[in-house]
Structures are given as structure tokens and as C-alpha cells.
């Protein structure tokens, strides 16, 4: 099983991560597009790197905002893994400028 990162191991990771927070268990970030469809459009994007990663976050979609929670479920809580797939929704919304 992924190995839990501890506390400090988080912080050094989100020094990264200037959009993300943590919230408990969770990195979490919250992009706002310019329309739904745009939100639609990253959260697709967002879905084929998930799959490649076989890293999947919770997606909250309302109207034009996508709040993304990153955790590892089956260690029950952050593992190298969140902060990786992290960089990669940065990436996402960077390409389409967000
Ligand atoms: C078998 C497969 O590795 C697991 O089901 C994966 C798929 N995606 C996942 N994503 C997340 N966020 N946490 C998991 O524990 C997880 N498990």
C-alpha cells in the first residue's frame, strides 16, 4: 500500500503547490472558468491524466467552479501521489489558461 506522507512531507509538497490547501486528509483546489462548458472541458482533461496516473480525485462541479480533492483512499489520506497528480491539474488549467 502508498506509504502516508507526514505533515511536514505535506507542507514541503504545497510549498509547490501555491493554488492547493490542505484540508485534513485532502489537497484541495478551486478553479473558477470562464463558462460551464469550460469547466466541463478541463474536468475532462483532468479525467484522461487521472486515468493515465490511476489517481482519480473528487470533482465538486458547480456552474463554472471545479473544486478538486486529492486523496489517496485506499491509504486513507495524502501519499506522494496527491501532490503529483496536483502538478498535473496545474498543468491542465495552464494550458487553457487558468
Ligand atoms: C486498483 C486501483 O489502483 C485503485 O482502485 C485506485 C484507483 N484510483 C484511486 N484514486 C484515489 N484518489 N485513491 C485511491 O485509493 C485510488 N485507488
Known amino acids: 500500500m502508498a506509504q502516508?506522507?507526514?505533515?511536514g512531507e505535506i507542507d514541503t509538497a504545497l510549498a509547490d503547490l501555491s493554488q492547493w490547501h490542505r484540508a485534513g486528509d485532502a489537497l484541495v483546489r478551486t478553479i473558477e472558468a470562464p463558462t460551464f462548458l469550460d469547466a466541463i472541458a478541463l474536468v475532462d482533461k483532468v479525467a484522461v491524466?487521472?486515468?493515465e496516473m490511476n489517481h482519480h480525485p473528487d470533482i465538486d462541479i458547480r456552474w463554472r467552479k471545479v473544486?478538486?480533492?486529492?486523496?489517496?483512499?485506499s491509504a486513507g489520506g495524502i501519499t506522494a501521489s496527491d501532490p503529483a497528480l496536483a502538478h498535473r491539474i496545474d498543468q491542465e488549467a495552464r494550458?487553457?489558461?487558468l
Not at 502516508?4 to 505533515?7: I, P, V
Not at 473544486?67 to 483512499?73: D, V
Open 49 to 51: 491524466v487521472a486515468e
Open 95 to 97: 494550458r487553457v489558461g
Open 67 to 73: 473544486t478538486f480533492l486529492l486523496s489517496t483512499h
Open 4 to 7: 502516508l506522507l507526514t505533515d
